[in-house]
């Protein structure tokens, strides 16, 4: 690889900053037919506009094009049709300027068993003509728990070492658009919290941030939009906020003050549960139903509320509603676990 400056949100001049970090238009990739295997098309038309700045998610189940979409985006599989451009570059007009805009984790694990952290990290940094000088890799190895090992090989590392590992080389040039293919599986609690932290100074920094994951919860809790993709097209593009708003039912808790032996009839036109003698789940439809209807009825009834709590439609309802329910209820838990 040829040195070159490092590109990042910093150093760019004011009027190179692109409005989006990345923008994909009408992307298609088709892969050839192998053995009895006839073509598959594995991106069917992607559109999407990442804006700058923002921590954005890419979801989809097991097969759906996550993986190609990147690969792409990396300059490691080659587009069948449509545009990519990262950080105002397009990936065919100037290839090398926009990798050295992007950095990426994948999913597996590539490096040197014999090189170590500290030596990788300066290797990678070179190869982006990064100067000595701002070259950050104690930062980086601090920020991923890898300082006390800096010194030791590669192949002495545990699972999740390396993987931390693979997020410091993404790191080293101070890309302004980071993606994280899959960061924490493998990893921890105590060191995903940790490297979420790091993430998310990077983000306060100006850093845009890609993420696909499996850990629904930590997509719903990190990014400000989400993208999910089924079958090699986009079925859902929102602000995380709008997203989850499309399941239409919430869960009201309710903890009365004397036990019941079954649910009142004066809730009969709502979806009643009796959970324990004194609690009470009354499922309803915001868009058609208030919480003072409920209220309303178990005054009828001659109950007083002692407690109650209401539940929010979450992400995974969300995943499992667009991409196909049980089948994808089974791969989260697969990839889970």
């Not at 068993?113 to 070259?135: D, I, N, S």
């Not at 109950?303 to 995943?319: C, N, Q, R």
């Amino acid at each position: 690889m040829v040195a070159h400056a490092p590109l990042n949100a910093a150093t760019l001049p004011t009027h190179a900053v692109p409005a989006y970090a990345v923008e994909v238009r009408g992307l298609t990739k088709t892969y050839q037919a192998a053995g009895k295997a006839g073509p598959k098309q594995a991106l069917k038309g992607i559109d999407l506009a990442i804006p700058r700045g923002a921590v954005f998610g890419l979801l989809g189940p097991n097969g759906a094009g996550k993986s190609t979409l990147i690969n792409i985006m990396a300059g490691l599989v080659n587009k069948t049709g449509g545009t990519v451009s990262i950080w105002g570059t397009d990936i065919d007009a100037h290839p090398r300027q926009a990798r050295a805009s992007i950095g990426v984790v994948p999913q597996e694990l590539n490096m040197d068993p014999f090189f170590t952290p500290r030596e990788m990290l300066e290797l990678q940094a070179g190869l982006y003509g990064v100067p000595k000088a701002e070259r950050r890799t104690e930062e980086l190895l601090e920020a991923v728990g890898l300082r006390d090992k800096a010194d030791a090989y590669a192949r002495s590392l545990s699972g999740g070492m390396k993987r931390r590992l693979m997020v410091a080389k993404a790191m080293v040039h101070t890309p302004p658009v980071l993606v994280l293919d899959e960061p924490t599986a493998g990893v921890d609690v105590e060191l995903r919290i940790q490297l979420w932290e790091h993430v998310r100074k990077l983000n306060r920094e100006g850093s845009t941030v890609l993420l696909t994951t499996h850990y629904l919860e930590e997509a719903q809790e990190l990014c400000d939009s989400i993208a999910i993709i089924n079958h090699g097209t986009v079925v859902a593009c929102e602000p995380t906020a709008t997203l989850l708003r499309r399941v239409d039912a919430k869960a009201l808790t309710v903890l009365v003050d004397r036990d019941l032996d079954a649910v009142p009839a004066e809730l009969s036109a709502f979806t009643a549960e009796l959970a324990e003698p004194r609690r009470l789940i009354v499922r309803y439809q915001p868009s058609r139903q208030r919480v003072d209807g409920i209220l309303a009825a178990l005054a009828g009834a001659g109950l007083g509320v002692v407690d109650l709590s209401t539940e929010e439609s979450d992400l995974e309802d969300i995943f499992l509603q667009l991409t196909g329910g049980a089948h994808a209820r089974k791969e989260i838990a697969h990839d889970a676990a």
